[in-house]
């Protein structure tokens, strides 16, 4: 990819909730074996690049109307990595090349 930042991709909603200072979290599935999300809470949040979904945005509203299993048409960045491409949540070097999870930062969100 030349650039972090992405528009219009389609994925299905994976997780929805919100961290405990009432920000959201989101992730979506692209394929069975494939994520893109925020981070669930304000100190891995406040590491890196600032992913949750601010409760004030309209990223926020629109992420809120919407339910696990949605199809959904979104854009925003991947957050880049010094060690690879995009920075990749997975605990172990199995789950990072099996089902990566990378770290993303909605721009934008709605269902369909």
Known sequence: ????????WIGAVDELSSSNDGHGVLKIR????????TTNNALSDSIGMSTLIDPNSLVFQNASKLHK????RFSGSFEQS????????????????DD???????SEVEGF
């Open 100 to 106: 990566p999870d990378f770290l993303f930062q909605f």
């Open 69 to 72: 299993g949605q199809i959904v």
């Open 30 to 37: 692209l394929t069975s074996h494939l994520t893109v999300g």
């Open 82 to 97: 010094r060690d690879d491409c995009f920075n990749e949540e997975s605990l172990t070097q199995e789950g990072s090349m």
């Open 1 to 8: 990819m030349a650039t972090p930042t992405v528009t219009g």
